[in-house]
């Protein structure tokens, strides 16, 4: 890599409300504050035409079926990944807000798609070098009830997706945050492992999924 050094790949995951968006924004704005080179990136993308489809299916203005939104959503992140790959090799450190593992985990929860099934249109996308499981606690979820109106935004679907989530995070070892403190607590403790992430990776070869 011409002794350039690249970035990390770093994802946040977690269910509705675990305040993903903002750790998300504020580890980027905590990034370029250190001279880090750094871009937020979100899935669902949905400025791109895959992207308009999710936003309406979501927002319940269109109908598809479970395999098709799925792929969709898969889709999403294959529109995404030379312009990632080419950022990461310029050094850019991405911080992305859900990732192939909501795919995987809500798309999986329902039930007439096995986990291995989901998995399969996902290999070949890049593998993350670090994700992040923000968690909440039964009681904090209590107190955070203001679901919006989007499909996935009931008590049910978050309860499956998010037992779906710890699963996953104890086979894959990965970093389990809670998200029931403060904004800068949680903050603070994200910024710290990616952080030493960034600096780990920098000549390390990037890898691509393959469940
Ligand atoms: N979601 C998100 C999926 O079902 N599959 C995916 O691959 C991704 C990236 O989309 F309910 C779901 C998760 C959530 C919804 O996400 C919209 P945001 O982060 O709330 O916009
Ligand atoms: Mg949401």
């Not at 792929?71 to 990732?99: I, P």
Request: aromatic share 6%; proline share 2%; glycine share 6%.
């Amino acid at each position: 890599m011409n002794g350039l050094k690249r970035g990390a790949l770093i994802v946040v995951e977690g269910v509705d409300r675990s305040g993903k968006s903002t750790q998300c924004r504020k580890l980027v704005e905590s990034l370029k504050a250190r001279n880090v080179n750094a871009a937020l990136v979100t899935f669902p993308d949905r400025t791109t035409s895959t992207g308009g489809l999710i936003d309406k299916y979501l927002k319940q203005e269109t109908h598809l079926c479970d395999e098709a939104i799925h792929l969709m959503f898969t889709a999403n992140r294959w529109e995404k990944k030379a312009e990632m790959e080419r950022l990461l090799k310029q050094g850019v450190t991405l911080v992305v807000d859900r990732y192939s593992y909501s795919g995987i985990v809500y798309s999986s929860v329902k039930k007439n798609m096995s986990v291995k099934w989901c998995q399969e249109p996902e290999n070949g996308l890049l593998k993350p070098d670090l994700v992040l499981l923000l968690v909440l606690s039964e009681a904090e979820m209590v107190k955070r009830p203001n679901y919006g109106s989007e499909i996935y935004e009931n008590r049910e679907m978050q309860e499956k997706v998010a037992q779906a989530f710890r699963d996953l995070s104890e086979r894959e070892k990965w970093e389990v945050v809670s998200a029931d403190g403060g904004v800068e607590d949680v903050h603070k403790e994200l910024l710290d492992k990616v952080i030493k992430k960034v600096s780990q990776v920098g000549t390390q070869p990037l890898h691509t999924l393959n469940f």
